[in-house]
């Protein structure tokens, strides 16, 4: 089975210090993976996806995730952390099953960016 | 475009009573999920729709639970009768072949029942 784990619940940043969120994927063939963001009482919005191509992908807000095959991750990180990056963050894959039209999403990782 | 737009916004109603719950795709998009979200189970796919047809609908809870596609610009979500356990943020998302599976999501629907 597809599936993507989270493994912080919340993780907190001081403003302008960088940001890690944390991905790991399990996937059989090569994954679709992607982070979405989900700002309170909002939809989740895309950030950035991978699919080919190189390991770093940059996507909105000057976030950029990396994608380790070894490491089976794909961590989000921005370099330099917003009060208004605070928000519930989404890792997610390509489920492989039934035409591999869904995604399947991870738990979920609170990120809380301090003055 | 307006995005994904789902209506209402909030919903309130006693266990027992029909919810139905609507959704208005991306015009041009071909696929149509509907998500629930709760605290316990996080991001649930409930049922997907490819050009108005059900493909697969293996996360629906149980039978209180059904959704159609009358047409590409439509789409609802009902439970019948409705529970307390129904109580979630009900999620909209469309997308169209050409893109590389990622969704745009409406802003959702927060049930409750009481």
């Known amino acids: 089975a597809q599936s993507v784990a989270q493994p912080e619940d919340q993780v907190k940043v001081a403003e302008g210090n960088p940001l890690t969120v944390k991905c790991t994927y399990s996937v059989s063939g090569n994954p679709y993976l992607f982070w979405y963001v989900q700002y309170p009482n909002r939809g989740l919005q895309f950030l950035l996806k991978?699919?080919?191509?190189?390991?770093l992908v940059k996507g909105s807000y000057g976030f950029e995730a990396e994608f380790n095959k070894s490491q089976t991750s794909f961590h989000l990180k921005k370099p330099s952390a917003l009060v208004s990056d605070s928000a519930l963050y989404f890792c997610a894959v390509r489920d492989l099953r039934g035409g591999g039209n869904k995604l399947t999403f991870g738990t979920g990782t609170q990120l809380k960016v301090e003055l | 475009d307006a995005g994904v737009i789902q209506s209402p916004r909030h919903e309130v109603t006693e266990m027992g009573q029909e919810v139905t719950l609507r959704c208005k795709p991306i015009?041009?998009?071909?696929?149509l999920f509907w998500y629930r979200q709760t605290m316990m189970r996080g991001l649930e796919l409930l049922i997907y729709?490819?050009?108005?047809?059900?493909?697969?609908d293996s996360g629906m809870p149980e039978d209180r639970f059904s959704a159609k596609m009358p047409n590409a610009s439509f789409s609802t979500l009902k439970i019948q009768p409705s529970e307390p356990r129904d109580s979630a943020v009900y999620f909209c998302?469309?997308?169209?072949?050409?893109?590389?599976?990622?969704?745009?999501f409406g802003s959702g629907t927060r049930l409750t029942v009481v």
């Open positions: 015009s041009g998009h071909d696929y």
């Open positions: 991978y699919i080919t191509g190189d390991n």
């Open positions: 729709f490819n050009n108005n047809v059900p493909i697969d």
């Open positions: 998302a469309s997308r169209s072949t050409g893109e590389h599976y990622g969704y745009t």
